[in-house]
């Protein structure tokens, strides 16, 4: 007795997005745990999933590599667009820190935040709200960098007015030699940015997904506002917007450089991010899971060992 054998005439018949192959996702999440590294044949040869053992390392660790390229950019005289996230969070830290000790100045970054709450129109909160992803940058980020940071005209946040012109600017800097990373984390839907993978069916094809630039005032899943009310929002689902500002695979997909974290695991062994990692890893491309074209590009993806399962059921 499971999903597949119950779902027929149940509340959730449909309510998955209509390209999931729930029996293939089960096949997914059955693999050892320790064959999480097994290389597939559509991952890029320069992937490579790092396992961390606690949340403390995951922060660590991917703040270390985030801060060496943006160190590395500084010393070979280079431009760096970055695309950022807000969640993962517990990286910026040590962003901050070994920036610091190394004394990198920071004006060579040009970076864009990848998402942000709104409503119908494209509206976004204020940025002195606790709540909005300006303000979680700024504290987190930009201002504990001192006189080392961002310069403030470097700095674009998805708003109505601003989101239309990453892709030009974008351009422009990839134009003059820039690279670009992506910083990111995988939703319990495998958005990247709030990229929704029931998206998908509004586009006649691959090709036509791929190139799609950013949304304004994207309709969330709800699965996307429950897994942000339990992670941001002390489980208040009333306080959660159900749409937002997303960048799309048009700017995403450019990434010459992706480094990525999944840290979803909460206490007393629950979880909600196993499936969404096994499923990045293992379903392969297709943009019914926005995640699954991750492994395609080059770069990390740091996780919490604890989310290669193994996925069984267990009394908590």
Not at 71 to 94: C, F, H, S, T
Not at 131 to 159: C, I, S, W
Request: aromatic fraction near 12%; proline fraction near 7%; charge should be negative.
């Amino acid at each position: 007795m499971d999903f597949a054998s119950t779902v027929k005439g149940s509340n959730l018949e449909g309510f998955y997005p209509a390209g999931w192959d729930m029996e293939k996702i089960d096949a997914c999440c059955s693999n050892a745990p320790e064959s999480i590294f097994d290389r597939q044949s559509f991952w890029n040869k320069d992937f490579q999933p790092i396992s961390c053992n606690n949340t403390e390392e995951f922060g660590m660790l991917m703040g270390h590599e985030i801060a060496l390229t943006i160190k590395n950019a500084r010393d070979n005289g280079e431009k760096l667009i970055m695309i950022l996230p807000v969640g993962p969070m517990g990286m910026y830290r040590w962003i901050v820190f070994f920036l610091k000790e190394w004394n990198v100045k920071c004006d060579h970054l040009y970076c864009f935040n990848m998402d942000e709450w709104s409503d119908a129109d494209g509206n976004t909160l204020p940025s002195d709200n606790p709540a909005a992803f300006t303000y979680a940058m700024e504290h987190a980020f930009y201002n504990p960098l001192g006189d080392l940071t961002v310069p403030k005209d470097q700095r674009n946040f998805a708003t109505k007015e601003n989101l239309p012109t990453y892709p030009e600017k974008i351009a422009k800097l990839k134009a003059e030699g820039a690279k670009m990373v992506l910083i990111f984390g995988i939703g319990r839907m495998c958005h990247i940015a709030f990229w929704e993978p029931q998206f998908a069916a509004e586009y006649a094809s691959e090709a036509e997904w791929i190139k799609e630039p950013y949304r304004i005032g994207a309709k969330l899943h709800p699965l996307t506002i429950e897994q942000n009310a339990l992670t941001s929002f002390k489980s208040r689902t009333s306080l959660v917007p159900c749409r937002a500002n997303t960048i799309g695979p048009g700017i995403f997909m450019q990434a010459d450089k992706i480094i990525g974290g999944c840290d979803g695991a909460l206490s007393r062994g629950m979880q909600w991010q196993g499936m969404s990692l096994w499923m990045t890893l293992r379903y392969g491309p297709t943009p019914w899971i926005t995640s699954s074209y991750i492994p395609t590009l080059p770069g990390k993806l740091f996780f919490l060992e604890e989310l290669a399962g193994p996925l069984e059921a267990e009394c908590n």
